[in-house]
């Protein structure tokens, strides 16, 4: 039973962030786009993922809401969250320029805030995965 309110919180969580990044992209998608196309790493990428980036944070913010696609929802999570904290590190550590392009309140964050932000986030979806997977597996494979 704790795993069940647990798992529900950091949907919640996890939902909400992504629903909330897809939002503040899409409300101020011309500057979002502007911006993804100064970051010397994905300049000729820049116009597919303004469009496609927001779209999959919808997809992953929703997929939460349903039980038989929590799991797919975690490991997505996982995967955007640190594909993002791949890339302010790299930004960080190898880019004469950094633009920002997050939206809302996470653009009031450093970078370095903004790692530990997503770091977070990503412990959570780890920790989501596991008790998704323990949650399924029968009760006699569960040593207590």
Same mark, same amino acid.
């Given at each position: ?17 992504? #629903? ?40 992953? #913010? ?23 904290? #791949? ?20 653009? #009031? ?36």
């Amino acid at each position: 039973m704790k795993h069940v309110i647990a798992i529900k919180i950091i949907c919640t969580l996890l939902a909400f962030l992504f #629903a909330y990044a897809a939002v503040s992209k899409l409300l101020d998608y011309n500057t979002f786009r502007v911006q993804l196309s100064q970051s010397p790493f994905i300049t000729g990428f820049a116009n597919v993922i303004a469009l496609a980036l927001p779209v999959v944070e919808l997809t992953v #913010a929703v997929s939460f809401a349903f039980s038989n696609l929590r799991l797919y929802a975690f490991y997505a999570a996982l995967f955007l969250l640190s594909l993002f904290t #791949a890339y302010l590190v790299a930004m960080l550590n190898f880019s004469y320029y950094i633009p920002c392009s997050c939206g809302g309140l996470l653009s #009031a964050l450093s970078w370095k805030e903004h790692i530990v932000f997503n770091t977070v986030f990503i412990v959570l979806s780890l920790t989501g995965i596991w008790l998704s997977v323990m949650e399924k597996l029968p009760k006699k494979y569960i040593v207590s």
